[in-house]
């Protein structure tokens, strides 16, 4: 009940009191005035009656006394008149009929009115012949007392209800402070921290809400600063502090993820980058040149690959004046083009003044199908030596080694083949729990995952797959056919408690029509849309959080669930964690691997939890492969694992 209820039952009550005790208190006085004037009434009447009775008494003349009797009688303001000798004898009685017109029964039961008798003496002379007795009729008494108790009802009422009214409207006109504290307490509950500038001019109600505005300050702070902390962590970890690219330990870490996870479908490209003549441009022309000159190269990497849409890729300097960009889910043409714009774009070094020479490096590039992170390394590297010896800003990669008979199809051969799967429903999906860490018999979630067929029933490697959709065009077109089909079977009986996580590829929750799509899709099947989550990567969505934002929103609206995939995997600050309503996060799984004996990743971990669960997020590890990663992360209090140390991926009957 809202406190304007309560107010307004308090005020109820005191105004029905107030009009109890003035109606008791208006009635009681009416009714003792009211017996007077009966008492008062009945003994003039009397008086005056035996004064006029007296000279006929001693005439004997009894026809006129019992006239003027029954006249006093019949007037009817009296219910009793008698008249008795000397011996107390009646002689003449009158009585009438107590008549109460327009006076409820509960009314005269409630108030009885006395009715006094009036007497006097009736006298023949000098000597007395008898006397009269008249009681008063209190059925005008009753309708007076009854018009008076209505009217004071009727007066009360009206005056109670305006005043009401006005106490209503100016309770709400006060209270008006409370509900903005109500929703800037809402707004905190959901990462937000409004500030009040209208003050209340109430002293109690102004303390309020400068306690609010000061705690919604604090919170704001409190988070910033957790962020802040973050950033400084993963800062002074995993960034190299001169160019702000990932340095050799992140690199390692996610070349090492990337190479030995055993969920990792992808097709990947390393791409080796490597300045030239570095140790003589710093002799020749001083450190703070060359430190401008990595700088430079770093901004010049980071500026070409953002050119690209939808580019799942990080960008490092291992060692001196060596940069590697890493793509995740390509293909070799797609890699090459890349390399290639690169190598175009290292001569705007020398245009932008970092260098002197026209010479400025080299490009080397190796595609990973499933070799060891060594394998991939020696590969790189002799793809590099190879583009120094082709000439100047030179790129070269090597040879594809596919031996499949995939690694023959042309792009058009693909679009068919994907066509065709699409349309013959050749997707079949398996499912991998989530295991909560509170409690390893509970699943928190299931992961949705992709097994395709080609046209011979042979499995086609979804590290072949997922890179020609991307290239093609047709992951919307995947992304709508795997929500469909888990629609569907979230709503049969068996699975009726499940909840079921889809990662969509970014460029789908970008796409205006997509999203109208799914939303559509969602109210279809509102019974089980509060039991389907979507989860999108980190680093392909946050560089438009507006974007990212309004999907949240979306999905909140229909009952479904939103998380990120690979947090952490980027360099953006978590802050936009804060401004966001997700139900979970999904670390990346290179910061689950081999976490018991990676103190720094336990201390990332650990504080990515603590800013997680403030704002009320869920946060999830993934790629958990042994036991003892899986104790360490129930350690820092992670709330749910998946990987092949915890269960692995069955087919969804």
Same mark, same amino acid.
């Given at each position: 009940?809202?406190?304007?209820?309560?107010?307004?039952?308090?005020?109820?009550?005191?105004?029905?009191?107030?009009?109890?005790?003035?109606?008791?208190?208006?009635?009681?006085?009416?009714?003792?005035?009211?017996?007077?004037?009966?008492?008062?009434?009945?003994?003039?009447?009397?008086?005056?009656?035996?004064?006029?009775?007296?000279?006929?008494?001693?005439?004997?003349?009894?026809?006129?006394?019992?006239?003027?009797?029954?006249?006093?009688?019949?007037?009817?303001?009296?219910?009793?008149?008698?008249?008795?000798?000397?011996?107390?004898?009646?002689?003449?009685?009158?009585?009438?009929?107590?008549?109460?017109?327009?006076?409820?029964?509960?009314?005269?039961?409630?108030?009885?009115?006395?009715?006094?008798?009036?007497?006097?003496?009736?006298?023949?002379?000098?000597?007395?012949?008898?006397?009269?007795?008249?009681?008063?009729?209190?059925?005008?008494?009753?309708?007076?007392?009854?018009?008076?108790?209505?009217?004071?009802?009727?007066?009360?009422?009206?005056?109670?209800?305006?005043?009401?009214?006005?106490?209503?409207?100016?309770?709400?006109?006060?209270?008006?402070?409370?509900?903005?504290?109500?929703?800037?307490?809402?707004?905190?509950?959901?990462?937000?921290?409004?500030?009040?500038?209208?003050?209340?001019?109430?002293?109690?109600?102004?303390?309020?809400?400068?306690?609010?505005?000061?705690?919604?300050?604090?919170?704001?702070?409190?988070?910033?600063?957790?962020?802040?902390?973050?950033?400084?962590?993963?800062?002074?970890?995993?960034?190299?502090?001169?160019?702000?690219?990932?340095?050799?330990?992140?690199?390692?870490?996610?070349?090492?993820?990337?190479?030995?996870?055993?969920?990792?479908?992808?097709?990947?490209?390393?791409?080796?980058?490597?300045?030239?003549?570095?140790?003589?441009?710093?002799?020749?022309?001083?450190?703070?040149?060359?430190?401008?000159?990595?700088?430079?190269?770093?901004?010049?990497?980071?500026?070409?690959?953002?050119?690209?849409?939808?580019?799942?890729?990080?960008?490092?300097?291992?060692?001196?004046?060596?940069?590697?960009?890493?793509?995740?889910?390509?293909?070799?043409?797609?890699?090459?083009?890349?390399?290639?714009?690169?190598?175009?774009?290292?001569?705007?070094?020398?245009?932008?003044?970092?260098?002197?020479?026209?010479?400025?490096?080299?490009?080397?590039?190796?595609?990973?199908?499933?070799?060891?992170?060594?394998?991939?390394?020696?590969?790189? %590297? /002799?793809?590099?030596?190879? @583009?120094? &010896? *082709?000439?100047?800003? $030179?790129?070269?990669?090597? #040879?594809?080694?596919? +031996? =499949?008979?995939?690694?023959?199809?042309?792009?058009?051969?693909?679009?068919?083949?994907?066509?065709?799967?699409?349309?013959?429903?050749?997707?079949?999906?398996?499912?991998?729990?989530?295991?909560?860490?509170?409690?390893?018999?509970?699943?928190?979630?299931?992961?949705?995952?992709?097994?395709?067929?080609?046209?011979?029933?042979?499995?086609?490697?979804?590290?072949?797959?997922?890179?020609?959709?991307?290239?093609?065009?047709?992951?919307?077109?995947?992304?709508?056919?795997?929500?469909?089909?888990?629609?569907?079977?979230?709503?049969?009986?068996?699975?009726?408690?499940?909840?079921?996580?889809?990662?969509?590829?970014?460029?789908?929750?970008?796409?205006?029509?997509?999203?109208?799509?799914?939303? %559509? /899709?969602?109210?279809?099947? @509102?019974? &089980? *849309?509060?039991?389907? $989550?979507?989860?999108?990567? #980190?680093?392909?969505? +946050? =560089?438009?959080?507006?974007?990212?934002?309004?999907?949240?929103?979306?999905?909140?609206?229909?009952?479904?669930?939103?998380?990120?995939?690979?947090?952490?995997?980027?360099?953006?600050?978590?802050?936009?964690?804060?401004?966001?309503?997700?139900?979970?996060?999904?670390?990346?799984?290179?910061?689950?691997?081999?976490?018991?004996?990676?103190?720094?990743?336990?201390?990332?971990?650990?504080?990515?939890?603590?800013?997680?669960?403030?704002?009320?997020?869920?946060?999830?590890?993934?790629?958990?492969?042994?036991?003892?990663?899986?104790?360490?992360?129930?350690?820092?209090?992670?709330?749910?694992?998946?990987?092949?140390?915890?269960?692995?991926?069955?087919?969804?009957?």
């Amino acid at each position: 009940m809202t406190l304007l209820r309560q107010l307004i039952i308090v005020i109820v009550i005191l105004f029905t009191l107030l009009f109890a005790g003035s109606v008791i208190i208006n009635v009681n006085n009416t009714r003792t005035y009211l017996n007077n004037q009966l008492r008062t009434i009945s003994e003039d009447m009397a008086t005056s009656l035996g004064m006029s009775l007296s000279p006929h008494i001693a005439k004997q003349e009894m026809t006129i006394v019992e006239s003027m009797i029954s006249a006093v009688s019949d007037s009817g303001y009296y219910r009793e008149v008698v008249y008795t000798d000397v011996n107390g004898k009646p002689v003449v009685v009158r009585r009438q009929e107590v008549r109460i017109e327009g006076v409820p029964a509960w009314f005269v039961n409630l108030i009885p009115l006395e009715t006094p008798r009036g007497e006097a003496q009736v006298m023949a002379g000098w000597v007395q012949a008898g006397s009269v007795a008249i009681a008063a009729n209190p059925g005008y008494a009753y309708a007076t007392l009854w018009g008076n108790s209505v009217d004071a009802f009727w007066w009360f009422l009206g005056s109670s209800a305006v005043a009401l009214l006005a106490g209503v409207v100016a309770l709400r006109f006060i209270l008006r402070p409370l509900r903005a504290v109500e929703e800037q307490a809402k707004a905190i509950c959901n990462r937000e921290y409004l500030i009040q500038d209208k003050v209340p001019w109430t002293l109690d109600l102004r303390s309020v809400v400068a306690a609010m505005n000061l705690m919604s300050a604090k919170v704001k702070e409190m988070f910033k600063e957790q962020s802040d902390a973050m950033e400084r962590l993963r800062a002074g970890t995993y960034v190299d502090a001169l160019t702000g690219l990932a340095n050799r330990q992140y690199f390692d870490l996610q070349l090492k993820q990337l190479t030995k996870s055993r969920t990792s479908s992808s097709t990947n490209a390393l791409l080796f980058i490597e300045l030239a003549d570095f140790k003589s441009f710093n002799e020749r022309m001083g450190y703070q040149a060359g430190d401008k000159l990595l700088k430079g190269c770093a901004e010049l990497i980071t500026e070409v690959c953002k050119e690209v849409p939808n580019l799942d890729y990080f960008a490092a300097r291992p060692s001196g004046a060596n940069f590697a960009v890493v793509i995740v889910d390509t293909v070799d043409a797609d890699a090459l083009a890349l390399a290639q714009k690169l190598g175009a774009a290292l001569a705007k070094l020398k245009e932008r003044g970092y260098t002197d020479s026209d010479r400025v490096g080299h490009i080397g590039v190796a595609i990973h199908r499933g070799q060891a992170a060594g394998q991939l390394l020696s590969e790189a %590297d /002799m793809a590099l030596r190879a @583009a120094q &010896v *082709a000439g100047p800003n $030179a790129v070269h990669m090597n #040879e594809a080694k596919g +031996t =499949d008979e995939y690694s023959t199809y042309s792009a058009s051969r693909w679009m068919t083949v994907l066509r065709d799967v699409l349309t013959e429903c050749r997707v079949v999906l398996h499912r991998q729990p989530v295991v909560s860490c509170a409690d390893e018999a509970k699943v928190l979630q299931y992961e949705t995952l992709l097994r395709i067929f080609g046209d011979d029933g042979k499995l086609i490697p979804a590290n072949v797959i997922i890179p020609m959709a991307k290239h093609l065009h047709l992951t919307q077109e995947f992304d709508k056919h795997i929500v469909t089909d888990a629609l569907t079977r979230l709503a049969r009986p068996e699975y009726a408690s499940d909840v079921m996580a889809i990662n969509l590829f970014p460029m789908s929750i970008r796409d205006g029509g997509f999203v109208a799509w799914l939303g %559509d /899709m969602l109210k279809t099947h @509102a019974g &089980v *849309a509060n039991r389907i $989550a979507f989860e999108v990567m #980190e680093h392909g969505v +946050t =560089d438009n959080l507006d974007a990212l934002r309004g999907w949240v929103e979306r999905m909140a609206e229909t009952g479904a669930r939103t998380g990120l995939d690979q947090v952490g995997k980027g360099f953006r600050s978590f802050s936009y964690l804060s401004t966001l309503k997700l139900d979970y996060i999904k670390i990346d799984g290179g910061f689950a691997r081999g976490i018991q004996e990676n103190r720094d990743n336990q201390f990332f971990v650990d504080s990515l939890v603590k800013y997680a669960h403030g704002l009320d997020i869920q946060v999830i590890a993934e790629s958990v492969e042994t036991r003892e990663e899986w104790d360490t992360l129930k350690s820092l209090r992670v709330d749910g694992v998946k990987g092949y140390g915890v269960a692995r991926p069955s087919e969804w009957a």
